[in-house]
């Protein structure tokens, strides 16, 4: 699976300790229900935390942060657990390792280095390997739910050719690059634009049917 995936785009809730800095102790207090499953405050910040941590970033505990962290855990739950009931194979460890090998690389440097980053942040390497298997099993059970049914028709691709590569106004300046070319190209940042689109709604009434409530006194 050759697609460059965000770190915090698609969130696994895991439980565990505030942010650094946070200054307070956080009850544990039910933030979101999604039927009789239950989503947690403190799971929350743990998102939080642990995507910035991935991304070589300190986290931002702010009420804007904190919602869009509480909206993702939500979609990725509700991915979840229409993959568990269609029976999608959970990601194999070497999967996982291939798909975030060169981020860990850019960012640590070796696996050692990275072992030692985990341990300072006071994560354990169980919990890094569990959060990443669900974002990979996320990533893929949407490619694999959604593409088959998205098709690019060739006049679309032209029509998006045309314009993201029109003819040169200065005689002197270099020819674009034939279609053939970039078609592959295009043809995945169309499919990609579709897919989200196909989501967004599927999302949109998977929310209704499992009831998903946010509790105004934790997410105002």
């Known amino acids: 699976m050759r697609r460059s995936i965000h770190i915090a785009i698609i969130l696994l809730c895991l439980a565990g300790t505030l942010p650094h800095g946070h200054g307070k102790e956080l009850l544990d207090r039910v933030a979101i229900t999604i039927g ?30 904190l919602r869009e962290t509480a909206d993702r855990i939500v979609k990725q739950r509700l991915v979840l657990l229409d993959m568990r009931a269609n029976g999608f194979p959970v990601p194999t460890r070497e999967e996982v390792e291939a798909i975030f090998q060169e981020s860990r690389s850019q960012l640590w440097g070796s ?16 919990t890094i390997d569990a959060f990443l298997t669900g974002m990979v099993a996320t990533v893929k059970y949407i490619d694999f739910r959604f593409r088959p049914s998205v098709r690019i028709s060739d006049s679309i691709l032209f029509e998006k050719y045309e314009e993201l590569y029109p003819p040169p106004s ?9 279609f053939e070319d970039v078609r592959a190209d295009i043809e995945r940042e169309l499919q ?22 946010y509790l105004p006194e934790v997410l105002p």
């Open 36 to 65: 009789l499953e239950v989503i947690t405050e403190q799971e929350i910040y743990e998102q939080l935390r642990i995507a910035a941590f991935l991304e070589g970033q300190q986290p931002e505990a702010t009420q804007q942060k």
């Open 111 to 126: 696996p050692e280095a990275f072992r030692n980053a985990v341990r300072e942040a006071g994560f354990d390497q169980e």
């Open 170 to 178: 200065d005689p002197n300046a270099p020819e674009p690059p034939a």
């Open 192 to 213: 990609e634009e579709e897919i989200s689109i196909a989501l967004d709604r599927w999302l949109e009434d998977a929310r209704n049917r499992a009831g998903v409530r």
